[in-house]
């Protein structure tokens, strides 16, 4: 698996880069929840609690924490209890972002469990529209429901089943995200044994798995609906490979990011080539960005 990354970096200095920042957590960032409280007294609460937060630059809904107490832990506060914040890594804040659902939309989150995007969805939604929350483990469905409750979410249905199986039923959404199941790859630093125990074989079984999903979305998406598709993944087996399926032979057109600045696509990987566009999506590193890896892209049913 390690030997891959020369293809994706082509540059040793990159890949030990890369290697030895996964070895080392990350700063905490953590999601403020409009739905509960405004910005300033947000702010204002953290601060007296002994935290000291710095907004990120480019989500203004995420705060990195710079200094905080012994005691109590970010999880055990009471503002965590009452719904004021969420943890989330800064690069899971930023699919939600990038779909920018409104109001008025019927969204489909098509891996939902535990809830962090799903609820990052519903602040953005001001608690209107609906999101059906899709999650096919009974034991997932609990963090995913306890999270929705804390936060105050109200404009969301839970529904626990394959998102595959969605496409017997008669359901068409405006906005769709597929946080695709994936091999973790760039989130190494939660678990270095990622480094080898995912296999190629295990690999191409993600990929299937997320041709499927993406090939769900695309029916269940309305003409003219996006769809934002995400993995915390940097293997091109799970990233460019499954937008340039949705491109050529799905026929969706990818929508170029305007709001972050990160790392492009790559052009090819392993002898193949992608179609054009799909170097507009965006990769995130850790050893670059600061942040856990990622993969996210924006598409177009035209």
Do not use: W
Not at 8 to 21: G, H, M, T
Not at 81 to 103: D, F, N, R, T
Not at 132 to 149: D, F, G, H, P, Y
């Amino acid at each position: 698996m390690v030997s891959r990354y020369l293809e994706i970096f082509r540059e040793k200095s990159d890949v030990e880069q890369f290697l030895n920042y996964c070895q080392y957590p990350l700063r905490k960032t953590i999601r403020y929840n409009s739905l509960k409280i405004n910005k300033q007294e947000f702010e204002k609460v953290m601060n007296e609690n002994g935290f000291k937060i710095k907004r990120i630059k480019d989500i203004n809904i995420g705060y990195e924490i710079i200094e905080m107490p012994k005691k109590p832990t970010l999880g055990s506060t009471l503002e965590y209890m009452k719904g004021y914040y969420h943890i989330q890594s800064k690069s899971s804040m930023i699919p939600p972002l990038m779909l920018a659902p409104s109001e008025n939309d019927v969204v489909l989150d098509m891996a939902a469990a535990p809830g962090g995007k799903t609820t990052e969805m519903a602040q953005l939604m001001s608690n209107r529209g609906l999101i059906m929350a899709v999650e096919r483990s009974r034991c997932r469905t609990k963090s995913l429901q306890s999270n929705i409750n804390r936060l105050g979410v109200l404009n969301t249905v839970i529904v626990r089943t394959d998102s595959v199986n969605l496409r017997k039923m008669n359901f068409n959404f405006d906005k769709i995200l597929l946080d695709a199941p994936c091999s973790g790859e760039g989130i190494m630093y939660k678990d270095p044994s990622r480094k080898q125990k995912t296999s190629p074989a295990d690999l191409k079984q993600f990929a299937l798995n997320q041709l499927k999903l993406i090939e769900t979305a695309f029916n269940l998406l309305k003409d003219g609906g996006r769809l934002v598709y995400s993995t915390c993944s940097i293997g091109p087996e799970e990233d460019e490979f499954i937008i340039n399926y949705a491109v050529t032979e799905l026929g969706m057109k990818v929508i170029k990011n305007v709001s972050f600045n990160y790392s492009n696509g790559i052009k090819e990987f392993n002898g193949i080539s992608f179609e054009e566009s799909v170097s507009q999506c965006i990769r995130i590193y850790p050893h670059i960005h600061n942040t856990e890896g990622f993969f996210i892209c924006q598409l177009e049913k035209e």
